[in-house]
DNA sequence: AGATACATGTAAAATGTTACATGATTTT
DNA sequence: AAAATCATGTAACATTTTACATGTATCT
């Protein structure tokens, strides 16, 4: 019970196709949740046979039969409800920690270039949020109430990256002093 | 692929029941990876079949019999193989940004509550792992180079916990400033 | 006497990943 | 002409979560 909703919330905001939500994933929602298209699409026939969302079939705009899903009232009264509940504090699951918790039985050298190349994509990361961030809210403190919301989800995945990039130059200032830094 | 890793690299450490495990991943290694017994005994059952752990019974000491698993040599390889492999980047799960991204379209204040009870857990955790870091690491300097990973992985923990509880208190100040803060 | 810690599992249900499958349109 | 984008799905497999199930020993 997860994936629902961020459907529903993306889909709150605007209607959509698979096609369209999977890219959202990919994007403004994907830093803080992950789906592939398959995924979404066997969620959004679920969604779909429950009554949360309603389908139209759009022939003529797009070449391949398009469906749109807009959110239905029982999608939104679920959404209410399920903003009401509680949510498990975060779980993270960094692979890459495990590695080097246990690099004195691994491949230290391969451990020390993957820990570097995922500062890299990290770092890349970071500087595309802080880019979509200078470009949508150059004044914080001209922000529309009603992008806070999306304002503060942003500033969550760039002090999400930031924090990921500064721990593995740490890593690296530590265990690999020489080379990388 | 990913829990028989983390538990590997726990056993390379010290040889240890599922039990032990279980209460490993609740603690030191729990801040970066998280599994219940039932995952541990399920996937350890798997390993030893693989012959990547070897399995001693211990009647004597406990009273249910207590089964002690040891890495063997394919465990070791396995390791080693494994440890130079690529990992995607995390990907990050965060319901409550979800909830967030969401408040306009669900319960306002239930949200915000929810926030600050998740601003207090990290907080928690946070010093909880911050007194561990005074206790066995009092001075970074002297740090022994066996024990600099464990230290670079608690030093992530922080980071991370410190991250969150940063994050919740920009949510409610901005989202919530007259109660809160 | 009751609670907590020790100790190990099975079974079902939900979720998520990977591989396969197809086909049109637009851009280079 | 080839590559990328648009567009939707099925099937098999792997992983994770939740519920069920049991029993001893130690501490208060």
Same mark, same amino acid.
């Given at each position: 019970?997860?994936?629902?909703?961020?459907? #529903?919330?993306?889909? &709150?905001?605007?209607?959509?196709?698979?096609?369209?939500?999977?890219?959202?994933?990919?994007?403004?929602?994907?830093?803080?949740?992950?789906?592939?298209?398959?995924?979404?699409?066997?969620?959004?026939?679920?969604?779909? &046979?429950?009554?949360?969302?309603?389908?139209?079939?759009?022939?003529?705009?797009?070449?391949?039969?398009?469906?749109?899903?807009?959110?239905?009232?029982?999608?939104?009264?679920? #959404? #209410?409800?399920?903003? &009401?509940?509680?949510? %498990?504090?975060?779980?993270?699951?960094?692979?890459? %920690?495990?590695?080097?918790?246990?690099?004195?039985?691994?491949?230290?050298? %391969?451990?020390?270039?993957?820990?570097?190349?995922?500062?890299?994509?990290?770092?890349?990361? #970071?500087?595309?949020?802080?880019?979509?961030?200078?470009?949508?809210?150059?004044?914080?403190?001209?922000i529309a109430d009603e992008d806070l919301p999306a304002w503060l989800v942003l500033q969550g995945?760039?002090?999400?990256?930031?924090?990921?990039?500064?721990?593995?130059?740490?890593?690296?200032?530590?265990?690999?002093?020489?080379?990388?830094?």
């Amino acid at each position: 019970m997860a994936l629902e909703h961020a459907i #529903l919330v993306s889909l &709150a905001e605007r209607s959509a196709s698979g096609y369209d939500l999977a890219r959202r994933f990919d994007a403004s929602i994907g830093f803080f949740w992950k789906a592939t298209h398959q995924q979404i699409y066997k969620v959004l026939a679920r969604m779909a &046979a429950d009554g949360w969302v309603a389908v139209t079939d759009v022939p003529g705009a797009g070449r391949p039969a398009r469906r749109e899903y807009a959110i239905a009232e029982p999608g939104r009264a679920e #959404l #209410l409800r399920w903003s &009401a509940s509680r949510s %498990a504090p975060e779980t993270i699951r960094m692979e890459l %920690a495990v590695k080097v918790r246990g690099i004195a039985h691994g491949d230290r050298r %391969a451990v020390l270039d993957e820990v570097h190349r995922h500062r890299e994509l990290h770092a890349q990361l #970071l500087a595309y949020y802080e880019q979509d961030r200078e470009r949508w809210y150059p004044d914080p403190a001209a922000i529309a109430d009603e992008d806070l919301p999306a304002w503060l989800v942003l500033q969550g995945g760039i002090g999400h990256e930031r924090f990921l990039v500064d721990w593995c130059t740490q890593i690296l200032t530590t265990l690999d002093p020489e080379t990388s830094p």
